[in-house]
């Protein structure tokens, strides 16, 4: 099972940050909040990840709470080929370890 | 990032027939690679894990005898669905393992008529 909740869909207006919120209360002190996005019919993209600190890269930032038990990853400033499903993972750092989708986040970047 | 492809893109087959498909890490060496399946408006779900030279571990539910899986090599793993019925058909993805991250595969759309 999934070890993260994340609410089912959400919209944003193009040129607007899209904060993407997902619930993570159960992560253990190794395991890295990893986010990835699916764009209709193509296979996941990966998007960012991190441990405690803020992250960020040319995509996304990520925020984690100082206890860990939540995240945010932002959009700086949406465009219409943002529109996706967002997925936020928590796992060991290990290449070789599974990933386990939750259902993820739908957004909707809007005109 | 790094480049997983697969082969073939899109595969529509008859009913008890087998369907090969290739995924490939272009420009790494992945000693583990992961099929997932992914059915209409749902999430993707992991069928196995496969490790170059070594047998797949197989998800519960997934029926290892239906669903080959080889990894002969650290850029390959194929996956055969046999005997393929109308159930099977979905989107399969792959992905390869780099040093910390996964990347996928665009998927396989297979569809058993």
């Known amino acids: 099972d999934a070890k993260t909740t994340q609410p089912p869909s959400m919209d944003c207006a193009e040129g607007r940050a899209a904060n993407l919120p997902c619930n993570h209360s159960t992560i253990s002190g190794n395991e890295y909040v990893y986010w990835y996005r699916q764009i209709h019919s193509q296979g996941p993209q990966y998007i960012i990840h991190g441990l405690k600190n803020n992250e960020t890269n040319e995509m996304a930032s990520l925020i984690i709470t100082e206890d860990r038990k939540s995240s945010t990853l932002i959009l700086p400033h949406a465009t219409l080929r943002d529109t996706a499903v967002y997925y936020c993972i928590v796992r060991d750092r290990g290449g070789s370890e599974k990933l386990v989708f939750g259902k993820g986040t739908k957004l909707t970047v809007n005109p | 990032g790094a480049v997983v492809s697969q082969h073939p893109s899109r595969v529509i087959c008859k009913s008890g027939t087998s369907v090969k498909i290739e995924c490939r890490s272009l420009?790494?060496?992945?000693?583990?690679m992961f099929w997932y399946r992914q059915f209409p408006k749902q999430s993707l779900m992991l069928m196995a894990t496969?490790?170059?030279?070594?047998?797949?571990?197989?998800e519960q539910g997934v029926e290892k005898d239906k669903f080959l899986i080889n990894h002969a090599s650290l850029t390959l793993s194929t996956l055969t669905v046999t005997s393929a019925h109308p159930e099977d058909s979905s989107f399969y993805i792959c992905?390869?393992?780099?040093?910390?991250?996964?990347?996928f595969g665009p998927g396989t759309r297979l569809t058993v008529l």
């Open positions: 992905s390869a393992t780099g040093l910390h991250e996964q990347f």
């Open positions: 496969s490790n170059e030279g070594s047998k797949a571990t197989y």
């Open positions: 420009d790494f060496q992945a000693t583990t």
